[in-house]
């Protein structure tokens, strides 16, 4: 059974359809039928059924693809795994965030030590984070959420406390620290319903035991902030800053109020040396 065999089956058994796997392997038709033809031989049994010039992957097939797909991934890890130990460090790391406001900072300092590193970011939510690991396609996950599934493995990475961001003509203001239910009533800036910001702020209203009344829900912390400054309402709201001339940050005292970030990634797949050190940065330096 040769390497190439299990790589043309893997493509024929996507598109079932020979024209369409030849063309996309670049490769002649017959040559394709003719390889394919020799795998089964070997295998000992047909993994295709074959049907009026069509072909569909059959239950033998099915079982087989499952460990070709295995093997040509093991492969693959093996082949980075050498190429560490040949000390090319650099490479890439693929990396899907619910935020970026957050990782910036540490971004830039990471770059700066590694330039070779070749980054690739994506925005993502909570359960497509969790499913982009699983699948192999990215890295690292950095989430606002923790995931909670088989294989994913997970390190909170920081946390950060939460203020009440009120204009600074807003009536509470000067106020040394508030209750949470102090702002009941208030119109509040939100975030749209499936961002993860909002998912961890409505546990926190529950606590409280208000119903926040939202007149804007958006969907990036920069939209909350500049709403906030212009008097439009108040809002739930990390990352502090003092430069802020006319918004003030008022301290909660209840609930406790603070949102902790997560890094994720698989127990299973083997990732890139850039990506465990880009994970060890995050973990020791956050």
């Not at 040769?2 to 790589?7: C, F, K, S, V």
């Not at 040559?31 to 070997?42: G, N, P, Q, V, Y």
């Not at 040949?86 to 330039?115: K, Y």
Request: charged letters at 25%; a neutral charge; glycine letters at 6%.
């Amino acid at each position: 059974m040769e390497l190439l065999q299990l790589q043309y089956f893997r493509t024929v058994a996507k598109w079932e359809h020979m024209t369409r796997a030849a063309q996309e392997l670049r490769i002649a038709q017959p040559a394709l039928s003719k390889t394919i033809a020799r795998l089964e031989a070997h295998v000992g049994v047909p993994l295709f059924d074959r049907q009026s010039g069509r072909i569909r992957l059959n239950a033998f097939g099915r079982a087989f693809l499952v460990k070709t797909e295995a093997a040509l991934a093991l492969l693959e890890e093996a082949k980075m795994e050498v190429a560490e130990m040949a000390g090319l460090e650099g490479g890439g790391i693929q990396l899907a965030t619910s935020t970026l406001n957050r990782l910036s900072e540490p971004l830039g300092r990471f770059l700066s030590l590694h330039p070779n590193v070749n980054m690739q970011i994506t925005q993502a939510s909570a359960e497509e984070i969790a499913r982009l690991v699983e699948n192999g396609d990215i890295d690292l996950g950095f989430t606002a959420m923790p995931v909670k599934r088989s294989g994913i493995a997970q390190a909170s990475v920081l946390v950060e406390d939460l203020y009440l961001a009120v204009p600074k003509t807003h009536r509470l203001t000067g106020r040394k620290a508030i209750r949470l239910k102090d702002a009941a009533g208030e119109a509040f800036i939100g975030y749209k319903d499936d961002f993860v910001f909002q998912q961890t702020n409505d546990l926190l209203f529950r606590k409280a035991g208000i119903t926040p009344k939202f007149v804007c829900q958006v969907d990036e912390p920069g939209a909350v902030m500049s709403l906030v400054r212009a008097g439009l309402g108040v809002a739930l709201f990390g990352c502090r800053s003092d430069e802020e001339e006319n918004v003030a940050f008022l301290p909660i005292e209840h609930p406790i109020c603070q949102r902790e970030y997560w890094l994720v990634w698989s127990e299973k797949r083997h990732f890139s040396l850039a990506a465990r050190k880009f994970r060890d940065f995050l973990i020791n330096e956050l």
